[in-house]
């Protein structure tokens, strides 16, 4: 029957009825719940929004079963999982030896890791339709070999995902993604982290597009030559050389980032940083897995007048499951993730937020919600309150995600139609690091 939900409505009335047996004086409020069959609109195959309701004093159980309604026809589509750096640090990316249908949680060396939230029985459990697989690499490995590695992790998780075809399906569009969920497969996107990825480099940029790459964040821990990462001035505040915001060069990555359909995301970005993207941005741009500044003043959350604009323009904060971006300590609860949540709802609104969990990526994370299989305990509990209508939460879900996807894909094939050509700009001269030449092969500039 569930099946059937975008072609039926529920209608639920209450009955209150005195009953002797039951507490509470004796009055038992009773839904009764009908199912119109709207046989005419599936025809027409216009969705008919679910009209389910629950009871204000819904049990638990009751609210985990419309929860898994809900998450049957509406993708859970998490926008952060660093489950990949993970298996290079465990298993030197040797997937032979790693078991993804396996209770990781009882195997070594993850069941001893307080990093390791992630495997398909969980990610089942936990109703997860889509997920973005990081292909992380550490800001050391800047000006060195951060692209080798970067490839290298966005082909373990291809091998991931070529190795169990009855669990993950690889997707690059929204349709994409709304396919594979369809058939039962969680959508398994690649987003890269860290703009040192790229290595000053547009070329670099259009290759990863190529290899099925769908977002990147400008930066990780560590500026690049053109974009001012979050804490850059906690790590060196004299630096004269440091970029504050994006630089010309930054706004061009931008810029190549919507003419190619990639996703801009601004998790670990510097203010300034953040500012100049939406700025510069023609399409929609993401946090990934960001939360509010307004809750917990760190400079990896959110503040208030960008959550404005990001509303502006289209974008989407998801919301992580860090306790100390959550709280600013290590101690949080679900209730601490709602605040968040209903802060960007609040000040960005409701078509603007998402779910970024974090989770192989943190090692702090909220009573209640200890890994992947905990994602409907967090709906449960927004089910209690009924400013949370279905339909709202479908969007935090995964519609808002899915339509930032689509407005970004709409904004390349604009660009692709007013024929923008790829930018061939360079990170200026005296910003490229001229001391550890000995790693680079330079071209001279000379005509011959
Ligand atoms: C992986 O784990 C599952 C579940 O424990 C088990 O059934 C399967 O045999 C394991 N596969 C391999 C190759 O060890
Ligand atoms: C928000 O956007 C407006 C223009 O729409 C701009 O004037 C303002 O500076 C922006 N604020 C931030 C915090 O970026």
Known sequence: MWNNFRSSTFICVPIVTRSGEVGLGGRTRVWVCLVLVLGAAAGVGVGVPLALRVDPGATLSQRLNTVTTLLQDTPLFD????????????????????????????????????????????LREGMVGAQFWVSYVPCKSQKLNAVQLTIEQIDLIKRLIDQYPDHLRLATSADEVEAAFKEGRIASLIGVEGGHAIQNSLGVLRALRDLGVRYLTLTHTCSTPWAECARAKEIDPEDPNAPRGLTFFGKTVVREMNRLGLMVDLSHTSQSTMRAAIKASRAPVMFSHSSVYAICKNPRNVPDDILRNVSKNGGIVMVSFYNNFLTCSEQATISDVIEHINHVRKVAGVDHVGIGADFDG????????PDVSAYPSLFAELLSDPSWTISDLRKLAGENLLRVMRQVEQVRLNLQHQQVMPFEEEVGVEQEDTEDDSCFYRFTRDAE
């Open 79 to 122: 926008g952060h999982n660093d489950l990949p750096w993970n298996i290079r640090k465990f298993m030197h990316n040797k997937l032979h030896s790693f078991n993804f249908t396996a209770e990781l949680k009882q195997l070594r060396p993850w069941s001893r890791s307080s990093w390791s939230h992630t495997d398909l029985p969980r």
């Open 362 to 369: 943190i090692n702090n994370l909220p009573v209640g919600l």
